[in-house]
C-alpha cells in the first residue's frame, strides 16, 4: 500500500512531510527508475512561494542520477502534461493544485498521463529505501530555464482560432492567482475574447486565498455588481474549471459535462454515447443525460480514476463536479483552459445562454461536509461507520459516500436524495459520529 503518494501524486503541509528531502528523492528516483529511456524531465510550478525550493531539490536529485533537466518555470499542470505527451518525455509538476498556500505537491507525468498506481510504487520503494542513484561526474544532467509554454499555447490558439470568432459575451475570469494567469492573456487576448482578469497577483501566498474555484463567491459578486454576462474560475494549476452565470449563480463541474456533452454529440465526437463522472456526481446529471440518450459511468473519486474508465470505455469526456473535465480528443488530463473554451464554443454551438442550457438540468438535494480530522484511516474503518450506513440503504433514490481526502486530513460526507431533510440529517449524523471518533482516537 502507497504511504506517500495519495489520489493526485504526493501532497501535504510544506516542510512537515513535504521537504526538499523528500523532492529530492523523489527527483532522484525518477532518474533512477527512467534514465535508461528518458533523458530529459521536464519541471513546471504553480505560485506558492515554496514552489522554487522543492523544484530546485528535485532537479538536485535528477541531475545527480544522470537526467537532465528543464525548468518550465510557473505553468498550469496541463500545459506540461501537453509538452511531455509532444516532446515523449517526463515531466513533474510542483502544485497542490487547489489546496491552500501550506500545502504543496508533485505530480509525475509520463508522456502525457499521470503514472499508474505500480509506477508510484516503484518509486516509493526506491525513496523509502534509500536507493539513491549517484551517477559519475562525468555523467551527471544538464540544467537549463527555457520555458516551452508557448508549444502549449500555439496548440491552443491552433485548435480554437476562428472557433469562437463571433464570441461577444463580456467575461470576467479568476485566475486564483494562480499559474493560469501566467498564460491567460496569450490565449484569450489572442483569440479575440472580451475579458478582464481578476485575482492575478500572486505573492507566493494567496494562491485560492479567498479566489478561484474553490471561493467563487468573490468572482461572482464582481459578476453581478460590475454587469458581466459570464464568469470563468480556475484553480490553482488550472486543471480546473468552473463557470457562473450572469446572476453570479454557479455552474457546477456536473452541469459543464451535461452541456458539453450534448454539443459533443452533435458535433460527432461523443464515442459511444458514454459519459464518464464520480460516485459523487449528482443524480440529476444521471437521469439528465439519460433523457438524451446518454449513458453516464461512474468512477472512484479522482481525476485518475476517470480518465482509466474513459480509457478502457473509449469515452471522450469525463469528470468532476469540482470541474476537472478532461476533453479526451482535445488533452491527456483535465485542462481548464480547455474546458473554459469548449464550454464559450457550446454556447455558441446552441445559441443559447449558459443559463438557458443548464435550466433543463435537474438537481437533487445534495449535501457535502469536509471534516477535518487526526487520522482518517483509523476512521475509516471504525464498524460505526458502517453501521450508521446501513441506516440508509433502504431509503430509495438516497446516497450516502464517506471517503478520506487523497490530499489533505479531511473526511468528506456527501448524501443525495429527493428528500433534502433526510439528506441534512444523515450529513449531522455522520458528522457527530465522525467528530465523535476524532476525540476517540
Same mark, same amino acid.
Given at each position: 500500500?502507497?504511504?506517500?503518494?495519495?489520489?493526485?501524486?504526493?501532497?501535504?503541509?510544506?516542510?512537515?512531510?513535504?521537504?526538499?528531502?523528500?523532492?529530492?528523492?523523489?527527483?532522484?528516483?525518477?532518474?533512477?527508475?527512467?534514465?535508461?529511456?528518458?533523458?530529459?524531465?521536464?519541471?513546471?510550478?504553480?505560485?506558492?512561494?515554496?514552489?522554487?525550493?522543492?523544484?530546485?531539490?528535485?532537479?538536485?536529485?535528477?541531475?545527480?542520477?544522470?537526467?537532465?533537466?528543464?525548468?518550465?518555470?510557473?505553468?498550469?499542470?496541463?500545459?506540461?502534461?501537453?509538452?511531455?505527451?509532444?516532446?515523449?518525455?517526463?515531466?513533474?509538476?510542483?502544485?497542490?493544485?487547489?489546496?491552500?498556500?501550506?500545502?504543496?505537491?508533485?505530480?509525475?507525468?509520463?508522456?502525457?498521463?499521470?503514472?499508474?498506481?505500480?509506477?508510484?510504487?516503484?518509486?516509493?520503494?526506491?525513496?523509502?529505501?534509500?536507493?539513491?542513484?549517484?551517477?559519475?561526474?562525468?555523467?551527471?544532467?544538464?540544467?537549463?530555464?527555457?520555458?516551452?509554454?508557448?508549444?502549449?499555447?500555439?496548440?491552443?490558439?491552433?485548435?480554437?482560432?476562428?472557433?469562437?470568432?463571433?464570441?461577444?459575451?463580456?467575461?470576467?475570469?479568476?485566475?486564483?492567482?494562480?499559474?493560469?494567469?501566467?498564460?491567460?492573456?496569450?490565449?484569450? =487576448?489572442?483569440?479575440? $475574447?472580451?475579458? !478582464? @482578469?481578476?485575482?492575478?497577483?500572486?505573492?507566493? +501566498?494567496?494562491?485560492?486565498? /479567498?479566489?478561484?474555484?474553490?471561493?467563487?463567491?468573490?468572482?461572482?459578486?464582481?459578476?453581478?455588481?460590475?454587469?458581466?454576462?459570464?464568469?470563468?474560475?480556475?484553480?490553482?494549476?488550472?486543471?480546473?474549471?468552473?463557470?457562473?452565470?450572469?446572476?453570479?449563480?454557479?455552474?457546477?463541474?456536473d452541469a459543464l459535462i451535461a452541456i458539453n456533452a450534448l454539443k459533443l454529440k452533435e458535433q460527432g465526437r461523443l464515442n459511444n454515447n458514454i459519459v464518464v463522472?464520480?460516485?459523487?456526481?449528482?443524480?440529476?446529471?444521471?437521469?439528465?443525460?439519460?433523457?438524451? =440518450?446518454?449513458?453516464? $459511468?461512474?468512477? !472512484? @473519486?479522482?481525476?485518475?480514476?476517470?480518465?482509466? +474508465?474513459?480509457?478502457?470505455? /473509449?469515452?471522450?469526456?469525463?469528470?468532476?463536479?469540482?470541474?476537472?473535465?478532461?476533453?479526451?480528443?482535445?488533452?491527456?488530463?483535465?485542462?481548464?483552459?480547455?474546458?473554459?473554451?469548449?464550454?464559450?464554443?457550446?454556447?455558441?454551438?446552441?445559441?443559447?445562454?449558459?443559463?438557458?442550457?443548464?435550466?433543463?438540468?435537474?438537481?437533487?438535494?445534495?449535501?457535502?461536509?469536509?471534516?477535518?480530522?487526526?487520522?482518517?484511516?483509523?476512521?475509516?474503518?471504525?464498524?460505526?461507520?458502517?453501521?450508521?450506513?446501513?441506516?440508509?440503504?433502504?431509503?430509495?433514490?438516497?446516497?450516502? $459516500?464517506?471517503?478520506?481526502?487523497?490530499?489533505?486530513h479531511i473526511i468528506r460526507v456527501m448524501s443525495e436524495g429527493t428528500d433534502k431533510n433526510i439528506v441534512k440529517q444523515c450529513i449531522n449524523e455522520f458528522s457527530?459520529?465522525?467528530?465523535?471518533?476524532?476525540?476517540?482516537?
Open positions: 500500500m502507497k504511504s506517500l503518494f495519495g489520489t493526485d501524486g504526493i501532497r501535504d503541509v510544506v516542510n512537515e512531510k513535504l521537504t526538499c528531502e523528500l523532492a529530492m528523492k523523489l527527483g532522484n528516483a525518477v532518474a533512477n527508475l527512467f534514465s535508461n529511456k528518458y533523458k530529459k524531465l521536464y519541471l513546471a510550478r504553480d505560485t506558492r512561494n515554496s514552489g522554487k525550493m522543492l523544484e530546485l531539490a528535485i532537479a538536485s536529485g535528477a541531475l545527480a542520477g544522470g537526467m537532465n533537466v528543464e525548468s518550465c518555470g510557473v505553468l498550469t499542470t496541463p500545459a506540461l502534461a501537453y509538452i511531455t505527451h509532444k516532446e515523449r518525455a517526463l515531466g513533474i509538476v510542483i502544485s497542490a493544485s487547489h489546496n491552500p498556500p501550506i500545502y504543496n505537491g508533485l505530480k509525475v507525468i509520463c508522456e502525457g498521463y499521470k503514472i499508474s498506481d505500480e509506477i508510484e510504487e516503484k518509486l516509493e520503494e526506491i525513496m523509502l529505501g534509500g536507493l539513491l542513484k549517484y551517477c559519475n561526474y562525468t555523467e551527471i544532467g544538464t540544467y537549463i530555464e527555457d520555458s516551452s509554454k508557448q508549444e502549449y499555447i500555439n496548440y491552443i490558439l491552433s485548435t480554437y482560432n476562428n472557433k469562437l470568432s463571433s464570441i461577444n459575451y463580456k467575461i470576467a475570469v479568476d485566475v486564483a492567482n494562480g499559474a493560469a494567469g501566467a498564460i491567460i492573456d496569450d490565449v484569450f =487576448g489572442r483569440l479575440g $475574447l472580451s475579458y !478582464d @482578469v481578476y485575482f492575478n497577483t500572486p505573492n507566493g +501566498l494567496n494562491i485560492n486565498d /479567498n479566489c478561484g474555484s474553490t471561493s467563487w463567491k468573490s468572482l461572482s459578486n464582481i459578476v453581478k455588481e460590475d454587469g458581466y454576462d459570464l464568469g470563468i474560475l480556475f484553480d490553482g494549476d488550472a486543471d480546473r474549471c468552473l463557470f457562473l452565470d450572469s446572476q453570479g449563480n454557479l455552474v457546477d463541474g463522472t464520480t460516485v459523487m456526481s449528482n443524480l440529476g446529471l444521471e437521469y439528465y443525460l439519460k433523457s438524451h =440518450g446518454l449513458i453516464l $459511468l461512474r468512477a !472512484d @473519486v479522482g481525476d485518475k480514476y476517470v480518465f482509466e +474508465l474513459m480509457t478502457q470505455k /473509449n469515452g471522450t469526456i469525463g469528470g468532476e463536479q469540482s470541474g476537472h473535465i478532461i476533453f479526451l480528443d482535445r488533452s491527456t488530463t483535465g485542462d481548464g483552459i480547455i474546458t473554459a473554451l469548449e464550454t464559450l464554443e457550446t454556447l455558441k454551438f446552441f445559441s443559447k445562454s449558459i443559463e438557458d442550457l443548464v435550466a433543463e438540468l435537474p438537481k437533487f438535494p445534495q449535501d457535502l461536509e469536509n471534516i477535518t480530522v487526526k487520522d482518517k484511516i483509523k476512521i475509516m474503518k471504525d464498524k460505526r461507520l458502517e453501521e450508521l450506513k446501513r441506516k440508509y440503504e433502504h431509503i430509495d433514490n438516497f446516497r450516502v $459516500l464517506v471517503r478520506p481526502s487523497g490530499t489533505e457527530q459520529l465522525i467528530r465523535k471518533l476524532d476525540n476517540e482516537y
